[in-house]
């Protein structure tokens, strides 16, 4: 049973423009969520992580939007660069140090 | 990499064959995680473990063991690999003190079953 659905599967984007990858998760006693962002032949790496009393956090070009009415949350990345191109997955933890992944998001940024 | 070394980074082993993977971290961190990644899966937990010699299962568990006698160390085994575990597993680490919940991430060993 998936408990993080994340789309799209694959991304295109142009450079200077704005990325959104989207995942909504289905139990409510979520309590951390985070992205991690993974380049070819590494391991993910944490992004950006929100917790669900906020409904909105920045760092830098990466924003978490989240909406905790509609079990979503999103990560934008604004004025998108080459070196952005990599997998993003989001994730979901309660209460303890598991995580719950979505399946990825492969983002290629075009000049 | 956070101070965590993965070994082998590359294995190609025979189906019914036991394979050991090792993660080893510097970080003296108290929680680490066996994954494997998967198109279409993301990543999923095997096992993981909250301090020496304790362990638990992950939503994958069946076909695996682990075993963690120091802290530094914790070791993923396929007693007996099947072509469904080809794929590339990462382990990772966490500490509830300073950030809770970040995992760092090992580089990863493909193993390929055939």
């Known amino acids: 049973q998936q408990q993080v659905k994340q789309s799209p599967q694959s991304l295109i984007v142009q450079k200077g423009g704005i990325s959104i990858i989207n995942c909504a998760y289905e139990?409510?006693?979520?309590?951390?969520f985070p992205w991690y962002q993974q380049f070819p032949g590494k391991g993910p790496a944490l992004l950006i992580a929100?917790?669900?009393?906020?409904s909105e956090k920045k760092e830098g070009r990466f924003t978490i939007s989240f909406n905790k009415s509609a079990k979503q949350f999103s990560l934008h990345i604004m004025d998108s660069q080459p070196g952005d191109s990599a997998t993003y997955f989001c994730?979901?933890?309660?209460?303890?140090?598991?995580?719950?992944f979505g399946t990825g998001t492969r983002l290629t940024i075009i000049p | 990499d956070a101070g965590i070394t993965q070994s082998p980074r590359h294995k190609v082993t025979e189906t019914g064959t036991p394979v050991t993977l090792r993660c080893h971290q510097t970080?003296?961190?108290?929680?680490m995680y066996w994954y494997r990644q998967d198109p279409g899966h993301g990543l999923r937990l095997i096992h993981y473990?909250?301090?020496?010699?304790?362990?638990d299962k992950g939503e994958v568990s069946d076909g695996y063991s682990v075993s963690r006698s120091k802290t530094e160390d914790f070791l993923l085994t396929l007693e007996s690999a099947t072509s469904s575990q080809t794929s590339v597993y990462f382990c990772?680490?966490?500490?509830?003190?300073?950030?809770?919940?970040?995992?760092?991430f090992g580089p990863g060993t493909r193993l390929t079953v055939t």
């Open positions: 139990n409510t006693a979520f309590d951390y």
């Open positions: 970080e003296n961190h108290r929680y």
């Open positions: 994730a979901a933890s309660y209460g303890n140090e598991k995580l719950t």
């Open positions: 990772a680490i966490s500490e509830r003190q300073g950030n809770p919940y970040e995992q760092y």
């Open positions: 473990s909250y301090g020496v010699k304790d362990t």
């Open positions: 929100i917790r669900p009393d906020v």
